[in-house]
């Protein structure tokens, strides 16, 4: 029954999982269609990438047994954030095209490290705990991304740029991998999914009490533009 259990909620996690990757698709067609990054941050999206590929990895049978599950949607996410980060880097100005495309070198050669250290140096619970550590520490800043716009939404009182379905995704997502790690006894996947499924909660909580403010600004001198989803304040660099 257990056994079960472990599977459903890791099935339950891909399912959730992919639709939290594919949630970007509407900001990426509008890149595409107006052939710019306009106030949108890459920072997201590479930083995703990373956690995908150290998840994916610690997710393999000889680096962490009976987690495949784990591989299986963090290999597919990783695919996705490739596609959202080549795509910002053809769409970005020169200065930001050559932020992005430096910190995906450096986000890759820290994937590489991780890599060769683990198969080079360690064996056993060593790789399974070197791996883990790696996976859980940038899963935890890809769940903290949205904590920004958080802090907007309580500032401006609305929610028009904290769309339900991502905040949704963000808890269904964080809640199902936090009880596959708990029944699973694997601190590494029920620790970061645990903060998740906290911090959708949180973003839920704040839906309900401003979604009647959705689409007004209340905040004197803040504009549309840096209320978006991964977005930057031109003005202030």
């Given at each position: 029954m257990v056994n079960v259990l472990h599977t459903v909620f890791g099935v339950l996690g891909n399912a959730f999982g992919l639709f939290l990757f594919l949630a970007p698709t509407i900001t990426f067609k509008?890149?595409?269609?107006?052939?710019?990054?306009?106030?949108?941050?890459?920072?997201?999206?590479?930083?995703?990438?990373?956690?995908?590929?150290?998840?994916?990895?610690?997710?393999?049978?000889?680096?962490?047994?009976?987690?495949?599950?784990?591989?299986?949607?963090?290999?597919?996410?990783?695919?996705?954030?490739?596609?959202y980060v080549l795509i910002f880097i053809l769409f970005?100005?020169?200065?930001?095209?050559?932020?992005?495309?430096?910190?995906?070198?450096?986000?890759?050669?820290?994937?590489?490290?991780?890599?060769?250290?683990?198969?080079?140096?360690?064996?056993?619970?060593?790789?399974?705990?070197?791996?883990?550590?790696?996976?859980?520490i940038f899963s935890i800043i890809m769940y903290a991304s949205p904590l920004s716009i958080m802090r907007m939404v309580i500032k401006t009182k609305s929610v028009e740029y904290m769309p339900f379905f991502l905040s949704l995704f963000v808890f269904l997502c964080g809640t199902s991998w936090f009880i596959y790690g708990l029944i699973g006894r694997d601190p590494f996947l029920a620790i970061?999914?645990?903060?998740?499924?906290?911090?959708?909660?949180?973003?839920?909580?704040?839906?309900?009490?401003?979604?009647?403010?959705?689409?007004?600004?209340t905040h004197k001198g803040v504009t549309d533009e840096s209320l978006e989803m991964g977005t930057k304040n031109q003005e202030n660099n």
């Open positions: 509008r890149i595409v269609i107006k052939r710019s990054t306009e106030q949108f941050s890459g920072i997201p999206y590479v930083m995703t990438l990373l956690n995908c590929l150290l998840s994916a990895w610690y997710g393999l049978p000889f680096v962490s047994p009976n987690n495949i599950l784990v591989t299986i949607i963090n290999g597919a996410g990783a695919g996705i954030e490739t596609i970005a100005p020169k200065r930001e095209k050559a932020k992005i495309s430096g910190l995906l070198a450096l986000i890759l050669s820290v994937f590489g490290a991780v890599v060769l250290i683990s198969m080079l140096a360690l064996h056993g619970n060593g790789r399974k705990l070197f791996c883990g550590s790696a996976a859980t970061p999914n645990g903060f998740g499924c906290g911090l959708g909660t949180m973003q839920l909580i704040l839906y309900a009490i401003y979604r009647k403010n959705k689409g007004e600004i």
